[in-house]
């Protein structure tokens, strides 16, 4: 019907902005790309969302908790390296995910510190349940490894960002899987190492 407004699905517009925060970063994505990307007005932005900062609050906690989610099921596999691997693999096949931006909208965004320190938070705490359980060896420095893993996964992203192919972000998650103490007394397995 000719003059009537486009109906306006809130979550299909949030899932917009996040692509657009995602493929060129809070500081290069205008209020008039993300309304052209979006196809609304900037009036309906504003009263949906707020400002862009607000908008790209919300976007980056909604892509926040679907990477947790991800993260949270792969840090419940019953060993430290099991679930490292996972983590690892399932961020190298993510970062290279036809059909989306390339990389990692959180492990690049300068803005997104306190969500990066929060996986690394998570990390930690499952590498401190597997000194714990005698999966890794006492004493093993978790704020260390996990603050190395964070950086791998930053670095994994950046590889992708940059056109490496999903054979390369592998390479990379392969390679760190070497950094991660064997449980004591165990042989070392590349059974769980990225595929």
Do not use: N
């Not at 493929?23 to 309304?35: I, K, N, P």
């Not at 790209?56 to 390296?81: G, I, K, Q, W």
């Amino acid at each position: 019907m000719a003059g009537r407004p486009r109906s306006f699905d809130r979550d299909v517009a949030l899932a917009t902005a996040v692509e657009q925060f995602w493929r060129h970063g809070y500081e290069e994505t205008s209020v008039a790309s993300l309304t052209a990307a979006m196809g609304v007005s900037p009036p309906s932005l504003y009263a949906a969302f707020g400002d862009k900062h607000r908008l790209f609050e919300e976007a980056s906690a909604t892509y926040f908790r679907s990477t947790c989610e991800a993260v949270d099921r792969a840090l419940e596999l019953p060993t430290a390296r099991d679930a490292v691997a996972r983590i690892l693999d399932d961020a190298a096949r993510a970062h290279t995910r036809a059909g989306t931006p390339s990389g990692c909208l959180m492990l690049t965004e300068p803005r997104l510190a306190a969500q990066r320190d929060e996986l690394r938070r998570r990390i930690q705490d499952r590498l401190e349940r597997a000194v714990e359980d005698g999966d890794l060896p006492p004493g093993t420095r978790t704020d260390h490894l996990s603050a190395f893993l964070v950086a791998v996964l930053r670095g994994m992203s950046g590889c992708a960002r940059d056109g490496g192919s999903t054979e390369d972000v592998l390479a990379i998650a392969h390679t760190a899987m070497a950094a991660l103490p064997s449980s004591p007394g165990a042989e070392c397995d590349d059974a769980s190492a990225p595929r």
